[in-house]
């Protein structure tokens, strides 16, 4: 996936005719869409986990929500970013984890039920959460309007999640036949919106390009190292300490794009960010996974190295 985002993130970057023909109002579609197909995945089970698992859900969502935003806020500062590129990196921080953690902590050999529970978890209170820390962080730079944003999550996220649970209810030999094709169609719409993103964006890019990226992948990095650090201290097992790296790490950066489109439009660069963190966040991912993997093998061979010794 993140091949395929790359080639069209480039392709939009040097042809942007190839891609400006989509307006721009095509990202809350197909973002719903994606989300829809996220509620069609998930099952009670996902959030039995929250309620079974209080303690590790509420470790994850305050480091979800207080390391990514703080991350982002310092680092408009370090760089001294202008405002719209600030906008849109206080967005990307702000946003709960995004659905593509899971399949990254499933390959990571991390704690993939922690993970789902997470991301749903962070999912049903970004309504609340994300408005209200952009207005923290960002409203000293522009007004923020918290109650409309709050709706417009409403609307984008959690409504086509509602009506994917209810599909999965009622119509299940339906749902049973689409789900194996939602990761494809997941791959496309990201890569789409990211290529339209860029494409309305490519001469402002050109000039801005190299300290988004910069950015966005020191706020990746800080953000799965961190998470991690955070199970490490908290003295959690390490399929707990690799799912919370990779669900503090990986953003829902569709979403801040989303609202960037819906509530920034007066600031076009603002919706970068969260086109390039979707890029980023897909590569960073999958070298973490092998990282994390090889760690893994090595801890388990080691580890029965010393049991082998111990009963010699």
């Not at 470790?59 to 990514?68: D, R």
């Not at 950015?215 to 955070?230: A, E, P, R, S, W």
């Not at 707990?240 to 990779?246: G, N």
């Not at 990986?250 to 600031?267: D, E």
């Amino acid at each position: 996936m993140g091949v395929i985002v790359l080639m069209v993130a480039a392709l939009s970057l040097f042809v942007p005719a190839s891609l400006t023909w989509l307006g721009t109002w095509i990202i809350n579609p197909m973002l719903g869409i994606i989300m829809f197909g996220m509620g069609l995945t998930l099952s009670p089970q996902d959030f039995r986990i929250v309620l079974s698992r209080p303690k590790d859900i509420l470790i994850g969502c305050l480091t979800q929500f207080t390391v990514m935003p703080l991350l982002a806020w310092g680092l408009t500062k370090a760089f001294a970013l202008p405002q719209e590129l600030a906008i849109g990196v206080i967005l990307v921080g702000c946003c709960p984890g995004g659905t593509a953690s899971n399949v990254i902590t499933y390959l990571a050999k991390g704690d993939l039920a922690l993970s789902v529970g997470m991301t749903a978890a962070s999912t049903l209170l970004a309504p609340l959460l994300t408005p209200l820390l952009i207005w923290l962080l960002a409203g000293t730079m522009v007004d923020v309007h918290t109650s409309a944003m709050l709706m417009s999550i409403v609307y984008i996220v959690i409504l086509p999640i509602v009506c994917g649970l209810l599909c999965q209810r009622f119509i299940p030999r339906l749902t049973e036949s689409i789900t194996p094709y939602l990761p494809a169609f997941s791959s496309i719409a990201v890569a789409l919106t990211v290529g339209i993103v860029v494409a309305h964006n490519a001469d402002r890019l050109m000039t801005a390009g190299l300290l988004v990226v910069l950015i966005v992948m020191i706020h990746n990095l800080l953000g799965l190292g961190i998470g991690y650090l955070v199970g490490r201290l908290l003295r959690l097992q390490q399929p707990k300490c690799v799912a919370l790296s990779i669900e503090v790490g990986m953003q829902n950066s569709g979403l801040a794009t989303s609202l960037a489109v819906m509530h920034f439009a007066a600031f076009p660069l603002a919706t970068i960010p969260g086109a390039v963190f979707s890029v980023w966040h897909n590569i960073s991912g999958a070298i973490v996974a092998r990282i994390y993997t090889t760690f893994a093998v090595s801890f388990q061979s080691h580890h029965k190295h010393n049991i082998n010794i111990t009963s010699t």
